[in-house]
């Protein structure tokens, strides 16, 4: 059984351009282990290794935005940001010795990335789009 791509849509826009353009890359790179997981390619763990950089990246990045746009929510964002990394970490092992279930794998990395973003990140463009017309 194949792994389906992780497909991008407008919905998933969360009004800051940025951020967007970063979430983009998420889903490029969350689709490039796709394609390797279902080829049992080599390059797994180096997918999985520039998935997990990227994402930190990306957190500390959204993190500086929603400081320098005022968002009242940014604490509990932290928190939740490092409980998902500490969840991608827990991946790390798995993938290094192969013995990762792929499925387990992909579905909480599409599932992180599709409800994190419409729950949580959509809030803090709401925020810093208020006002402007
Ligand atoms: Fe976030
Ligand atoms: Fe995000």
């Known amino acids: 059984m194949k792994i389906d791509n992780f497909v991008w849509t407008d919905e998933l826009s969360v009004g800051v351009n ?12 969350i689709n490039k282990l796709v394609v390797d ?44 940001h490092k409980q998902l990394l500490e969840k ?12 990762v279930d792929k499925f387990a794998l992909m579905n909480f990395l599409k599932m992180w990335l599709r409800s994190h973003i419409m729950g949580i990140d959509m809030k803090y463009g709401e925020h810093a789009n208020k006002g402007a017309a």
């Open 18 to 29: 940025e951020m967007d353009d970063q979430h983009k890359v998420l889903v490029d790179k």
């Open 37 to 80: 997981l279902n080829d049992d390619s080599p390059n797994v763990y180096g997918d999985f290794q520039d998935l997990a950089g990227f994402v930190v990246k990306h957190f500390e990045d959204e993190e500086a935005f929603m400081e320098k746009s005022g968002y009242p929510g940014l604490d509990t964002h932290k928190v939740i």
């Open 88 to 99: 991608v970490g827990s991946f790390d092992g798995s993938i290094k010795d192969g013995s």
